[in-house]
């Protein structure tokens, strides 16, 4: 998860394997895990755990 100036963000990856920039309220924490909540956000939606410094709004992802 990453912040700027206008709040919490994920990298959510669409159909088109590009990434979309998805802002998200922190709800409930546990051991290791972060509760994200958003209406844009829908259960089995991929997103980017790894390499977030390279990643920018609108990147083309390569699923390996």
Known sequence: MLKNNQGDFIYVI????????????????TNNMIELLSDDLKEGDLIVLDGLTKVYDGSEIIIK
Do not use: A, C, D
């Open 14 to 29: 669409t159909p088109e394997n590009k990434t979309k920039k998805t802002f998200v309220t922190l709800g409930i924490r």
